[in-house]
């Protein structure tokens, strides 16, 4: 039974999310020959303020405050 996860920054719409999951499931069957009713995926959204990379935040990628600074 394939499980896919997948993290995203909050932001998408309900219908943008429903076509993930469709295409993610169709790759699935697709690629490794999964039986559709046996595919798990799993999306979770996170704030802004909780996606980091290089330690920096997506918020503060688009221009918030970087809260450490005490402004």
Known sequence: MPLIEVTLVEGRTPQQL???????????????????????????EVPKTHFAAGDVTIA?????PDPRSGD
């Open 18 to 44: 429903r076509s993930l999951i469709t295409g993610l499931t169709q790759a699935a069957m697709e690629t490794v020959d999964a039986p559709k009713d046996s595919i798990r995926v799993v999306v979770r």
């Open 60 to 64: 503060e990628r688009q221009g918030a």
